[in-house]
C-alpha cells in the first residue's frame, strides 16, 4: 500500500513559475514510475510528465521545455518544476505512483491533487 500526497499549488502570473511535489509513503519498495497528470473542469485528464526510478522522463508536448519532472528515490518523492506558466496551464495537477513487485504490476495510487492557477 502506498499513500500519496501533492503540494506546492497556488496563484501564479503568467510567464510564472511553481514547484509541485509528490511524496509517497507506506510500501515504498513497490514504487516504480512516477508521474503527474492534470484536469481542468469539463475536460478529460491528462499525462503530463511521467519518471522511472532511473530517471527516464517522458513528456506531453504542451509542456516539453516548459517543465521539468525528477525525483529523489531516498525520499519517495516526485517533482514537477513549471516555468513559463500559461493560463491554459490551469489545472488541478494529480500524482500517480506505480506500483509493483518484481515483474508484476500492483496497480497504481493517486494523491487528492493541489490546484493549480495561473491568471493575470
Known amino acids: 500500500q502506498v499513500q500519496v500526497v501533492e503540494s506546492g499549488g497556488g496563484l501564479v502570473q503568467p510567464g510564472g513559475s511553481l514547484r509541485l511535489s509528490c511524496a509517497a509513503s507506506?510500501?515504498?519498495?513497490?514504487?516504480?514510475?512516477m508521474g503527474w497528470y492534470r484536469q481542468a473542469p469539463g475536460k478529460e485528464r491528462e499525462l503530463v510528465a511521467t519518471i522511472t526510478r532511473a530517471g527516464s522522463a517522458d513528456y506531453a508536448e504542451s509542456v516539453k521545455g516548459r517543465f521539468t519532472i525528477s525525483r529523489d528515490n531516498a525520499k519517495s518523492t516526485a517533482y514537477l518544476q513549471m516555468n513559463s506558466l500559461k493560463p491554459e496551464d490551469t489545472a488541478e495537477y494529480y500524482c500517480?505512483?506505480?506500483?509493483?513487485?518484481?515483474?508484476?504490476?500492483?496497480?497504481?495510487?493517486w494523491g487528492q491533487g493541489t490546484q493549480v492557477t495561473v491568471s493575470s
Open positions: 500517480k505512483v506505480q506500483r509493483k513487485w518484481g515483474a508484476t504490476i500492483l496497480g497504481d495510487s
Open positions: 507506506g510500501s515504498i519498495l513497490s514504487i516504480s514510475v
